[in-house]
C-alpha cells in the first residue's frame, strides 16, 4: 500500500464584490491554479482556495446606493467572478464567500483566542482612513492627503474600536522572520515587511461601530469586526479551523499567492494574529507585482475595462492562460499588452508547438503508417528532456511558471531543430526514421504532461 499524500493546500486573496474581476484578479488566480494543477500531477493532496470578501463598509455603501442589502448585492456580484473563473478553466476545490456561515463561525473563534489571550482591548481612535484600502494610514503614508494606491482622499475617522496589540510581537516576529528565511518570497518583498516590522509596530484597530454589514464580536455585538481580521481568517475557515481538526491538522499551514499592495496584511499582520491564536503562520507568501502597461501601473479603472473574458473570446482560454504564466514572471511588475499576449501566442502555441505537433503526426502517418515506433532513451533528446525536467520541477516548486515554460519550450526547440536536421518526411521508411519519430513522439507526450497546468484543454 501507498503511504499517505502530502498536503498541498495553496490559496488566492479573495477578492472583493464590489470590483468587477479584471486581469489583475485573472493572474493570481491562474497561477494558483497552475500550481495547484501542478502538484495533483506529482500525487498530492492538493486544496486550491479562492473567494470573495464581502463584508465591509464599501460593500456596504455600493448596496445603499443601489438599494439593496449588502449580501443581495453580494449574491448578485459573487457570481461574476465565479462565471470569470469557470470560463479560465480553474480547478478550485472551495469557493469562500466571508458571508457564509462557516466563516462567521471561524472568525469569531479567532477573535476570542486573541481576546483570551490579552491581544484585544478598547480604545478610542482618530485617524485617516481609506475607505478603498479599509485601512487607516498615517500623513507620511499619503501623497497630498490621498491614498497612493487608489488616489482618493482619505476621511478623518474618529471611534470607539477594539485594538489588536501588533506591538507586542515585533520580537516574535522577527524571530520567526530570521528562523524561517524563505517566509515571503521573493527576497525584495521580504526584506519589505522587514522593514515595515523594524520601523516599530502599532496596535490595529479590529472593530467598527460605524457599520453593521460584517461578523459581530463574541464578546461586544455593537461591534463588527474590521474587514482586514475577518478576510484574513478565509484561509483558516477553509481548511476546517471552526469544527474540524483533522482536516486542519493536515491542511494547515498553507501557501498563500497575493498582490505587492497587500504585503503588510499578509506578512504582518495575519502571522501575528495566528501567534496570538496559538496557531502557526502561513507556510509561504508568494509576492507579486503589479501588471503595467506603458511602463505604468493600471489603475482600478483601467483593469476593469479588460476583462478576462473577453481576451479568452480573442485567445482561446489556453492562450490567455500560457501568456499570464510565460511572459509574466511571478514576483516583479509585469507588463500587460495585446500585442505581447498576440506575440506569445503566435511564437509558443501556433509556431513552435502547433508546428511540431502538426509535423510529427504528419509523418508518422506517412512513414509509420500511423503507428508510433518507440523512443530512444539514450538519444541526445532524451537527455534534454531530462535536464529540462529538472529545471521545470524546481521553478513550479519555487512559483516561478515562466521558468517552468522557458524549460518546456526549450524542449519543443531542441526537438523541431533535431526535426530539421533530419528531415524524416524525405526519407524512405525504416530505422533511422523510426527513431527519430520515436524521439519527437516522446517529446509530445511529455511536453503534454509539462504543459497540462498551463494549457489543460490544448495537453
Known amino acids: 500500500m501507498g503511504g499517505v499524500a502530502t498536503s498541498f493546500y495553496v490559496t488566492t486573496p479573495i477578492y472583493y464584490v464590489k470590483d468587477a474581476p479584471h486581469i489583475g484578479h485573472a493572474y493570481t488566480t491562474i497561477t494558483a491554479d497552475a500550481l495547484a494543477r501542478w502538484h495533483r500531477l506529482l500525487g498530492e493532496d492538493v486544496m486550491f482556495l479562492t473567494g470573495t470578501d464581502e ?8 448596496a445603499e446606493e443601489n438599494n439593496c442589502s449588502p449580501l443581495e448585492w453580494a449574491d448578485k456580484t459573487v457570481i461574476r467572478f465565479q462565471d470569470e473563473w469557470e470560463r479560465l478553466n480553474i480547478s478550485n476545490d472551495d469557493f469562500i464567500r466571508t458571508s457564509d456561515r462557516r466563516h462567521h463561525s471561524a472568525v469569531q473563534k ?11 482591548d478598547l480604545q478610542v481612535y482618530e485617524g485617516l482612513y481609506c475607505v478603498s484600502c479599509e485601512a487607516y494610514f498615517t500623513e507620511a503614508e499619503l501623497d ?13 475617522v474618529k471611534e470607539e474600536n477594539y485594538f489588536f496589540k501588533l506591538s507586542r510581537y515585533e520580537t516574535r516576529l522577527l524571530e520567526w522572520y530570521e528562523n524561517n528565511p524563505d517566509f515571503v518570497l521573493p527576497k525584495t518583498k521580504r526584506n ?17 461601530t460605524s457599520i453593521n454589514w460584517g461578523v459581530p464580536l463574541p464578546w461586544d455585538d455593537k461591534h463588527v469586526t474590521y474587514v482586514w481580521f475577518d478576510a484574513l481568517t478565509n484561509y483558516i475557515t477553509a481548511a476546517g479551523f471552526e469544527n474540524d481538526s483533522e482536516k486542519f491538522a493536515n491542511r494547515w499551514p498553507g501557501i498563500h499567492l497575493i498582490g505587492k499592495d497587500i504585503l503588510r496584511f499578509h506578512c504582518v499582520y495575519w502571522p501575528a494574529m495566528l501567534m496570538s491564536a496559538g496557531l502557526e503562520p502561513p507556510k509561504h507568501v508568494h509576492v507579486h507585482g503589479f501588471l503595467l502597461v506603458g511602463g505604468e501601473k493600471m ?6 475595462q479588460i476583462g478576462p473574458s473577453e481576451l479568452v473570446d480573442e485567445f482561446g482560454v489556453d492562450g490567455v492562460r500560457h501568456h499570464f504564466l510565460h511572459d509574466q514572471p511571478f514576483g ?4 500587460f499588452s495585446h500585442e505581447g499576449m498576440l506575440a506569445r501566442y503566435n511564437s509558443d502555441l501556433a509556431n513552435n508547438l502547433g508546428n511540431l505537433l502538426s ?3 504528419t509523418v508518422v502517418e506517412k512513414k509509420c503508417s500511423g503507428i508510433g515506433p518507440a523512443p530512444d532513451p539514450k538519444s541526445n533528446l532524451s537527455k534534454v528532456v531530462e535536464e529540462q525536467y529538472d529545471l521545470a520541477a524546481n521553478a513550479w516548486e ?5 521558468e517552468a515554460l522557458d524549460a518546456v519550450w526549450r524542449i519543443i526547440k531542441e526537438t523541431n531543430s533535431a526535426l530539421e536536421q533530419s528531415e524524416p518526411w524525405k526519407a524512405d521508411p525504416g530505422p533511422e526514421v523510426d527513431l527519430v519519430l520515436g524521439d519527437a513522439l516522446e517529446v509530445l507526450r511529455i511536453v503534454s504532461i509539462l504543459t497540462a497546468p498551463v494549457i489543460p484543454d490544448s495537453s
Open 55 to 62: 463584508h465591509g463598509l464599501k460593500v456596504q455603501r455600493v
Open 110 to 120: 479567532l477573535l476570542q483566542a486573541c481576546y483570551d489571550a490579552g491581544d484585544i
Open 144 to 156: 497630498d492627503g490621498k491614498c497612493r494606491i487608489h488616489g482618493r482622499p482619505v476621511e478623518v
Open 192 to 208: 519589505e515587511a522587514l522593514g515595515f516590522i523594524r520601523q516599530g509596530l502599532q496596535d490595529f484597530s479590529i472593530s467598527r
Open 299 to 304: 489603475s482600478k479603472t483601467r483593469l476593469n
Open 332 to 335: 516583479p511588475d509585469g507588463e
Open 359 to 361: 509535423r510529427v503526426a
Open 398 to 402: 519555487r512559483v516561478a511558471p515562466s
